[in-house]
């Protein structure tokens, strides 16, 4: 099993926060308060279904998930160890990032 966290582009005008946010909801049907930055990395990947090389810039924060679920999200939520289950991340930085948010 290959795991990300929560993320995507931002829209328009976004911050890093608001889409944060927007993105934990969309994916997780979760609405989050942000308890603080973790930090930024970016990340060259390669798409093997496009066959081409991707920049990733990402901006990682704690939080904790607010309120009850606001319903289904389009991806399905899995409790990992940050240290254990390491490999399990699909993008090195989205392992780091979790190893800092304890």
Known sequence: MRCWLPGGESHPRESPET??????REELGRGVRLDGRIGEAVQFFYAHTEQCWY?????FFRG???G???GA??????????D???ASFFHACH???ASQAQ
Not at 19 to 24: H, K, L, N
Not at 55 to 59: K, L, P, Q, R, Y
């Open 55 to 59: 920049e990733m810039t990402a901006v």
């Open 64 to 66: 904790t998930f607010q």
């Open 95 to 97: 392992a780091w990032a």
């Open 73 to 82: 999200g389009t991806d399905e939520l899995a409790w990992l160890d940050a």
């Open 68 to 70: 009850a679920p606001l």
């Open 84 to 86: 254990r289950d390491r």
């Open 19 to 24: 889409t944060a946010a927007r993105e934990v």
